[in-house]
Each structure stands twice: as structure tokens, then as C-alpha cells.
């Protein structure tokens, strides 16, 4: 899903809740957990009061990730703890009883995908046992920017191995390093990927806040199934150096959160010109410190906004949640224009998959060269794959990396054209609809609930995923909870063109606080749903 690698199995997948008999026993995550739901600025003023400090807060996370992930429900979403989180959050609570305060994220545990660099103890495996022993030389871009704004690295989170763009037949969430993660409203169902850690660890309270990454769907797909904020946004608005790649034209990191408010907060922690990677350089004048400013109650008056007509019929349970979205989007304000945008970006196939595959082999090369890791190409991570295939492939193997080596250099004309045909197709549907027909966002479902997952058969995506062609072109995204079928959260998504986040946060923010349907999970299993199907 992360990469377009993805694909329906139609009921093949469907009888897996049934197969699992041994999730972990029901129940709440806890009766008392003192940091339940908390948002970074409530955060904040503990820490000021000084009825919490920032070491304090990082050891209710940390034991509360031992008692629900490594233990208890084992979510399996953080893959490692830094070992130097406590000294670090000590260092921070100095600085505040000297009076100095980096900003909103000082002092704030940070969750990161392993997929991204830091330079310290912990390492950067993108969830693959042949990257096990990478330890980055440095941080990756984006987290200099996250240790300069005062914030705590947590730990690092688990994802579908390679961002997911290891098989067709992929269980999403699932690494070889980290196991398979699970979703913290029904703990049978799946998370979803790539950034499923992410997602999950969000949604379960396990921090305040994550990052994740999205090639294709990477941070909508988790963000909408476990029932929090994700924003994906504008190529080129985050640093891309020192995360490993898929795709130079798709990959960006961006913020997982609970809220639009911590949400915003976070993706302003992250931006930055970064001379190593040279699309940053577009963001210059466009890019923001603070998106908390946006943060507009009002946001939705007087605002366009397109939904998409093949979405008004698909899941007769989504269908309805999506309606009674759209009738909370117009109560404030916003006039609703049906589009049929799908129809445009029709017939791409299979161009995007075939420019990631491209892509992905010369990235992850260019990546790997420099890396501590002990391969140092993609052929050599086939290798260690075949060759370590009981405990590196027990469930699929790896057709999408063996098809990706097949590709030649990216001065190969069938990879020019295929990026050429892509940009002609998906940015102008985009274009054509956003600034002929006057709109300030194009909206829909995230995605269908989620599926039971099945690592036998691999992934069964139910239709949907507005958010693709926004992924594809490069332009932002943001999903916000749209409301539950049967237990399971559905997102609702919003795109807009490149670099208008400020817009998009100030409709999402308007539609969560008029809507207010994010729900605490409770960590059951499918047997024990007892409740209406759409809430």
C-alpha cells in the first residue's frame, strides 16, 4: 500500500479473523493511564506546572509500550527503545528550569519510522533482517530539525519491510525484523502500511506524536484504519536525506497525530531547505515554522470543496459516513461540488508501480553505498534474502525487489516516459479541477475499514484511496477521522495543490472540531464486537 505494491485479493483474505484464535485477551489499555489522549499542548503545561516533567512523561510512554506492546495486546509497533531517551529528556528539563524553551516540542517523546536515520545508538532497518547492524553515521535531515525544536526521540516504530514494496502479496505492517503489527481498535484486524508502527503507536497513546513516511498511501492508509490525524505533504516541503528511498518524485516523511493541532505542530517542527536534497529548495518562501496558525475554527466558510462521485457509492456503511461528513462540511459554511476526478487518472496503470520500481533500485543503491549496513545493493539484499529465506521470507518472498533489479538506469526510456505520462495525467486531472473549477480541496474516503489480517494470503484493500492520486502527483494530503463501521475507523481525506497545507489544515481542523470522531481504541478482537455498524 506504502508503494503502490498493494492489491485486492477479493475474498481470499476474508476468513482470516477466523483462522486467529489466540489474540490477546480483551480489555482497556488502562484505567489510569495519566497521559491518556493528552495532546502536546496539554503536555506542555504539565511540564510548566511542574507536575510532569519531560523525563517523567518519556517513562510513562516507555513503560506503557512494555506493558501494551512488548507485552499485554503485543502490538508489535516499536521496533527499539533509545537507550539514551531518559538523558536526553533530562537534559531538556535543565534547559526549561533555566528559562529556556526551544518551542512547542520541547521536551515532547517523538516516535520515528525505522526507516529514517538518527545518529545514535538505535538502528535504521526499514524493518529488513539483512539491514540489521545499520547504524546511521548521522541523522537524517529531519531529525536534526527535530532535535534542534527540543523534541525526544522516543523510539522507532515498526512498518511493512522496505515501505511495503517487497511483494505483491505483502501482509501490511509485517517486517522481519519487527513481526507483524497489529490495530489497536480490533487487534486481529491489520494496521495497515507502511507506516503501521506509526499508526498504531499513535492511536494506542503509546506517544504523543509519530513520524511517518508515504511513498503511496504510507501515512493516509494507517492514519485513517487506526483512527488519527495524518498529513502527507508537498514533495519537497520535508527533507528526504537519510530516509531510505522508494521514489525520488513520491517519498516525503510527514506528522501522525492524534489531533490537527498536534499535527500542525509537528509538520512545522520538520520543514527546512536542505541542501542534499535539492526539491527542498521549491519550498523556499512557501514553507512554514508555525501551521498552528491555521488552525481556524472557520476554516470552512466559504470554501469549495469537490467530492468525488465514484465515492458517494461503494460501502453502503462508508457512504453513509462520507454523507454525514458532507452535511457537517456545508453546516459550516463550505458549498459541495460532486467531480468525477477519478475518471481523468484513469489508464495510468501501470506507469506509477513501474517509475517506483525504476526508482527504488537506484535510490536504495545510492543509499545502501554509504550505509553501515552489511549490503550494499539491492542485489545483495536478494541474497541475504534467499539465502536467510526461513526467517527473512516465512510468509511471501520478494518478487517486487527481483523485478525492481531487473530495471535498467533512469535514463531508460520506458522509466522517462512513464514519469512524463504520469505528470501529464495525474497533476493536470488535479489542476484542472482545483483551479478551473475553483476548488480548495478535493475530498473522500481515506480508504474502506480495515481487513483481517491474513499472512498467508496477504492484504485485502476494499476499494477507495482518494489520497493516491495527491501521492502520485506530489501534492499534500491530509486525512482526519470520519467516523467507525463496526468498530473500525474510516478517515476522510483532503488534497489540495502543492504547498497549500495552511488551507487543508484550516478545513481539516474546522471539519474534526465540528465532527469530534476520533475514539479511544479498545484493544479487542473481532469476536467481541457488539456495537452498531456506523458511529
Request: charged share 20%; glycine share 10%; proline share 4%.
Amino acid at each position: 500500500m506504502g508503494a503502490a505494491a498493494g492489491v485486492t485479493l477479493g475474498a481470499l483474505g476474508m476468513y482470516a479473523c477466523e483462522q486467529k484464535k489466540t489474540i490477546a485477551k480483551v480489555g482497556k489499555s488502562s484505567d489510569s493511564f495519566a497521559l491518556e489522549e493528552a495532546d502536546i499542548t496539554r503536555l506542555q503545561e504539565v511540564m510548566a506546572s511542574g507536575e510532569q516533567t519531560s523525563r517523567s512523561i518519556c517513562e510513562l510512554y516507555l513503560n506503557r509500550i512494555e506493558a501494551l506492546d512488548k507485552k499485554g495486546f503485543h502490538l508489535n509497533s516499536v521496533i527499539e527503545i533509545n537507550p539514551e531517551a531518559a538523558a536526553i529528556a533530562e537534559a531538556l528539563d535543565e534547559e526549561r528550569a533555566q528559562g529556556k524553551i526551544r518551542g512547542p516540542l520541547h521536551g515532547i517523546p517523538v516516535l520515528i519510522k525505522d526507516n529514517i536515520d538518527t545518529g545514535d545508538k538505535m538502528m535504521t532497518t526499514a524493518g529488513a533482517l539483512a539491514m540489521v547492524g545499520n547504524i546511521a553515521a548521522r541523522d537524517a535531515f529531519i531529525v536534526r530539525q527535530l532535535r534542534a525544536a527540543g523534541a525526544v526521540i522516543l523510539g522507532k516504530t515498526n512498518l511493512s519491510e522496505w515501505a511495503n514494496f517487497r511483494s505483491d502479496r505483502s501482509s501490511s505492517g509485517w517486517s522481519s525484523r519487527g513481526g507483524q503489527t497489529k490495530n489497536p481498535y480490533i487487534l486481529d484486524r491489520n494496521p495497515c502500511g507502511s507506516s503501521s508502527g506509526s499508526g498504531s503507536a499513535v492511536s494506542a497513546n503509546l506517544c504523543a506524536v509519530a513520524i511517518g513516511t508515504e511513498t503511496n498511501g504510507s501515512i493516509a492508509c494507517p492514519s485513517s484504519v487506526n483512527g488519527i490525524v495524518g498529513i502527507k505533504p508537498t514533495v519537497g516541503l520535508l527533507s528526504r536525506t537519510g530516509i531510505i528511498p522508494i521514489s525520488h518524485t513520491q517519498d516525503t516523511a510527514g506528522p501522525m497525530a492524534r489531533t490537527v493541532s498536534d499535527a500542525a505542530i509537528l509538520l512545522g517542527g520538520l520543514t527546512g531547505i536542505d541542501k542534499e536534497d535539492a526539491v527542498t529548495q521549491e519550498s523556499e518562501g512557501k514553507l512554514q515554522q508555525d501551521y498552528t496558525k491555521f488552525l481556524n475554527i472557520k476554516g470552512l466558510e466559504g470554501k469549495r470543496i469537490g467530492v468525488e462521485k465514484s465515492m458517494l457509492k461503494g460501502h453502503e456503511i462508508v457512504d453513509k459516513l462520507l454523507r454525514k461528513a458532507l452535511d457537517a462540511l456545508r453546516s459550516k459554511g463550505a458549498t459541495i461540488i460532486e467531480i468525477d476526478f477519478m475518471a481523468m487518472v484513469k489508464g495510468m496503470s501501470p506507469s506509477p508501480f513501474l517509475v517506483l520500481q525504476y526508482e527504488f533500485k537506484d535510490g536504495l543503491n545510492r543509499y545502501l553505498s554509504t550505509a553501515n549496513a552489511k549490503v550494499k545493493t539491492l542485489a545483495d539484499v536478494i541474497a541475504f534474502n534467499t539465502s536467510h529465506e526461513a526467517e527473512a521470507m516465512p510468509y511471501f518472498k520478494q518478487d517486487i525487489l527481483e523485478s525492481s533489479q531487473e530495471k535498467a538506469g533512469l535514463d531508460t526510456k520506458e522509466y522517462r516516459d512513464a514519469l512524463a505520462r504520469i505528470s501529464s495525467t495525474t497533476r493536470k486531472a488535479l489542476d484542472h479541477f482545483l483551479k478551473q473549477e475553483k476548488l480548495n480541496a478535493i475530498c473522500g474516503p481515506t480508504n474502506g475499514p480495515s481487513w483481517c489480517t491474513d499472512l498467508v494470503n496477504g492484504d485485502f484493500f476494499t476499494g477507495y484511496g482518494v489520497y493516491s492520486p495527491a501521492a502520485i502527483a506530489g501534492y499534500p494530503h491530509i486525512t482526519v477521522p470520519m467516523g467507525q463501521v463496526f468498530g473500525l475507523p474510516v478517515g476522510l481525506s483532503f488534497l489540495g495543490l502543492p504547498y497549500a497545507e495552511p488551507e487543508l489544515i484550516a478545513i481539516a481542523f474546522a471539519y474534526e472540531q465540528a465532527s469530534k470522531n476520533r475514539t479511544i481504541p479498545k484493544f479487542i478482537k473481532s469476536s467481541d464486537v457488539e456495537q452498531s455498524p456506523a458511529q
